[in-house]
């Protein structure tokens, strides 16, 4: 036999070994699912975590807005920032009270409220540069609460398209609609 001919049959064999041969297969299958795998587990989550955490906003919110139903705060003369603080102090402790806005309009009836899709318009320094109105309105009244926070996403790179922000992040927007006691 030539060197040729030793060469092709010890590669024939070879060949012929491989597919039968079942070590490593467990690390190859592995390998093919774990990518996957772990990115499912990483979607599922961070969409936990948004939904928890919209909730809490939520809360937030509906607890707070109660303040302006019942006049309360609009005969202790509250302000936007105080309602602000109102806000973040009924919130969860993983907000940033600096990152939330707060939006409150009021009409005399439902059809004139402001109801469309908010927009937030960034700087280039990343700032927000929406001026956001205070209106508790009067008794009778129809007020929305609109709070804005912009949540930070982990796992942006591996493209989960949770990410509405252009920073990145992710807007959790919790309203409050409700018409204002005839408080005196």
């Not at 929406?130 to 926070?149: K, L, T």
Request: negative net charge; proline residues 5%.
């Amino acid at each position: 036999m030539d060197g040729q001919t030793e060469v092709a049959n010890y590669l024939r064999r070879f060949l012929g070994y491989f597919p039968s041969d079942p070590r490593g297969a467990t690390a190859v299958e592995f390998a093919l699912v774990s990518a996957p795998l772990i990115a499912v587990v990483l979607a599922m989550l961070q969409t936990s975590i948004i939904f928890f955490f919209d909730q809490a906003l939520q809360s937030a919110a509906q607890t707070s807005a109660r303040q302006l139903m019942t006049g309360a705060a609009q005969t202790s003369g509250m302000t936007q920032a105080q309602f602000k603080q109102l806000i973040c102090t009924n919130a969860s402790t993983a907000f940033n009270c600096n990152n939330m806005l707060v939006d409150v309009q009021s009409a005399s009836n439902f059809a004139a409220i402001n109801t469309s899709p908010i927009t937030v318009t960034y700087n280039n320094s990343g700032q927000v540069t929406n001026a956001w109105s205070y209106s508790p309105g009067n008794p009778g009244d129809i007020v929305i609460v609109r709070v804005m926070y912009d949540w930070p996403i982990f796992g942006q790179m591996l493209g989960l398209g949770l990410n509405n922000q252009p920073d990145g992040g992710h807007l959790l927007v919790a309203t409050a609609v409700y018409k204002n006691e005839p408080y005196q």
